[in-house]
């Protein structure tokens, strides 16, 4: 199985270099080609007459984790809308590379005009990307791993996830104190501009050490044993910052086992429904929602415009928002409407 993954990956590299020459290797938080959702109407015009027969499918991570389920929501709610066809499939686990490979691989040779994908890692779903390429496929990177020759990305700011939680730390605690982050699989884009974004931002105030920052693969189970770990070697520490809610959640587990909960905030990033109930309850500090329902009828949006032969910004920026106790009702509206509009006031 490994050695099947190195010749996938090193094929992937080949084929990188060879895009390498269109593109310049995509990097979405910076990339200055790129338009706020809010803008897609204004700028590129009403939303195309959309073919019944049209057929998108949707590759996710997994669909063990809340937010890849709500981003299929998304793509959902805007196929039933116009009434055409979706199909979205997910890998068995967030470490199934070459299976999430062979999901895209299918789809591809079944005929689909479209493709959303949300990769693993920034390498592993890029010979597919180059195959539905060559079929005149539309393909769309949406949120997560980050393919460097994805010529198209939907997905919000990373590197932002990490800057609103150091803010926080920074305005809340002005003395400063001992923080510590668990990072989520080494290597994928995201969780490395997050990460950086925390560091960066904090650090930059001179006041707060960083005394650990370990990778837990974006298990619950093993954010609880290396938050535990670090309790034990740092029982002054104030801050926990964790690059999804599912850790997050098991960091506060692992806060609560050691009778810490009232000296020790904890954030995620992604806004799943457990972490707004546990931000309720007064357990996790908070969280960054990166809203994926949302992003996903954006995604859903723009490779519309595509298969209709619209010219689109590299990046389509989606929102994001730091939820605590103070606000987690009014952003967990049901009523999408009145959401969309909230967050739109926030550009």
């Known amino acids: 199985m490994k050695k099947l993954l190195l010749s996938v990956l090193t094929s992937t590299l080949f084929c990188s270099s ?3 020459a269109d593109l310049p290797p995509l990097q979405s938080d910076t990339e200055p080609d790129r338009t706020e959702w809010t803008q897609l109407t204004a700028k590129y015009g009403p939303l195309p007459a959309i073919d019944k027969s049209l057929k998108i499918g949707g590759v996710s991570k997994t669909l063990t984790n809340e937010y890849w389920r709500s981003l299929g929501q998304g793509y959902k709610n805007f196929a039933d809308k116009h009434g055409f066809t979706v199909e979205y499939q997910a890998a068995a686990n967030e470490d199934d590379q070459l299976g999430q490979l062979s999901i895209a691989e299918t789809l591809i040779s079944q005929g689909f005009n479209g493709l959303l994908v949300s990769p693993q890692t920034d390498a592993n779903l890029q010979p597919a990307y180059e195959s539905a390429k060559s079929k005149n496929i539309a393909v769309v990177n949406v949120n ?3 393919m460097p020759n994805a010529a198209y990305y939907v997905g919000n700011v990373q590197k932002d996830n990490g800057v609103r939680v150091a803010g926080w730390f920074i305005k809340k605690h002005p003395e400063g104190g001992k923080v510590a982050v668990i990072e989520g699989q080494p290597g994928v884009y995201a ?3 997050r990460t950086k974004g925390f560091k960066e931002t904090i650090q930059a105030s001179g006041k707060f050490t960083v ?3 370990v990778p837990a693969n974006w298990s619950r189970e093993n954010a609880y044993n290396a938050a535990a770990t670090i309790l034990q070697q740092h029982p002054d520490l104030i801050g ?3 690059n999804n809610d599912g850790m997050a959640l098991g960091v506060v587990e692992a806060v609560a086992a050691a009778g810490k909960s009232k000296q020790v905030a904890v954030f995620g990033t992604d806004g799943i429904s457990d972490a707004y109930a546990s931000i309720k309850r007064g357990e996790l500090t908070g969280t960054v929602d990166s809203f994926p329902v949302l992003t996903g009828e954006v995604a859903m949006e723009v490779v519309v415009r595509l ?3 619209q010219k689109i910004s590299r990046v ?4 994001q928002a730091l939820i605590t106790k103070d606000n987690a009702d009014a952003f967990s509206t049901k009523d999408n409407a009145k959401l969309r509009q ?3 006031q926030q550009q």
């Open 240 to 242: 926990f910052y964790a």
């Open 307 to 309: 298969i209709n032969g």
């Open 191 to 193: 969780a490395t501009q």
């Open 211 to 213: 005394v650990a920052s």
């Open 18 to 20: 060879l895009y390498a």
């Open 342 to 344: 909230l967050l739109a």
């Open 144 to 146: 997560d791993a980050v």
């Open 316 to 319: 389509v920026s989606t929102p």
